[in-house]
């Protein structure tokens, strides 16, 4: 614990292990661009003409999603058996990615809607089941929020995660039953039924790779800033021990 | 097994005694259910002319809100009167104390239910007395008493806590409100019983694994 390590970082440590900064901002500088130019020359779709394109950053994301919210569950998991800071770090680190990837999936989803559908918003059971799944994570992030004491804070957010894990799939199940509404899903599924051929195929992994390398580099990144944090705590009682 | 089951019992019948001295949750879960209802009425005044399609939905929305406000006096009074440490110190198993509060409460919820289908009936002039309607209403307020008890349990620690209960328990409630409100549509509606069973069954599957799961974690959730 920094607590422990009088004036000892825990981060930042030079020679201590091997530093994937870097590593993941040079596969980021040439996955990026990369990708998009896969994304510009890739066949166009038949029916959905250039709106396709948008998959190739929607479906990553919302795979960024899913992963996120499931670190967070394991995160809390581990933190439930072991009662560690460093799994309360992994939980926050994964809700609030969580959270972005999610709504970056919603926003490019209604926008991709918008030109295949002819609407932004419409009730079919993937939607419904991601918005929910949102809400329930914003209300997760909610409660952290409105929690002072830090270990109660990280006990909460344990539950919290645990619970909402397992509510994901129950909501997926109640929205068949859900109404349509006034649009019908033309596509029947999303996704499925467009089908990605030869190069497409080649476009989605690379969009994927580079996703997966985004989220990893937010984590990594994210869980150093909450360390940096409780450094800066352990430094702060440290110093006001030595005035007294 | 027995001595465990007593314990339940005896922090259950505390509860019960208290509220039936008091009168403090039961008599505000049911004025705000009467008021929902009138609320609904002056709000939907064309509705009434076909109450069978928004009373199931309504019912439910009452009991979701009204099942909030008594969820939410549920850990505060114990936490204002500063009984919640007595009764954290009683030597029994915390998940005995979820069990009993979530007894608790589910007791609570169904007697304000069924207080308000009648009024339901009589002032939307549309029967909703049903026999099906009763694994429905039950198994759906099991469903709210497992859930808000354990997130009532969560929110009395922390700063807004009468505004973060709800905020936490609608989205996870979504799928029993879901399938409760089209179970009772189609109850009320006269169909085959048949018709609900899937609804019944997630219904089901959502209070098994929300009775097993927070029994699990209210050790985590309620420590000091």
Known sequence: MATNTKYMTTTNVPGKKLDWIPILSYALLFMFPLSLLFVLISPTDVNLAF???????????????????????????????????KWDIVMVSSLELGVFFSFIGIVTGSIWARYAWNTFWTWDPRLTTVTIMLVVYLSGLMLRNATDDPSRKASLTAAFGVIGFIDVPLVYFSTRWFPRGLHPVIFGDNGNAIGLEGFMIVTMLTCMVTMGLLFTYFLIQRIRLEQMRDDVAALFYAQEGEEY | MKSYLYKVWAIFSKDVRTELRTKEILSAMAVFSLLMVLVFIFALPGKLQEPQDVVPGLLWIAFTFAGVLGLNRSFIIEKDRGSLEGLLLAPVDRSAIFLAKMLGNFAFITIVELLTLPLFSLLFNYSVFNLGLLPVLLMGTLGFA???????????????????????????????????????????ANRPFGEISGQLQLIGIFDLVFLIVPLLLFELVIEE
Not at chain 2, 164 to 184: E, G, K, R
Request: with cysteine; aromatic share 16%; hydrophobic share 60%.
């Open chain 2, 146 to 188: 497992e859930i808000g008890t354990i997130f009532a349990a969560m929110a009395v620690n922390t700063r807004a806590r009468e505004v973060l209960l709800p905020v936490l328990f609608f989205p996870v409630m979504l799928p029993v409100i879901i399938a409760a409100a089209q179970a009772t549509s189609a109850v009320l």
């Open chain 1, 51 to 85: 709106s396709q394109r948008i998959f190739y950053f929607h479906l990553p994301a919302n795979i960024m999603c899913f992963l996120s919210f499931l670190v967070y569950f394991i995160g809390g998991i581990a933190y439930w058996r072991t009662r560690q800071r």
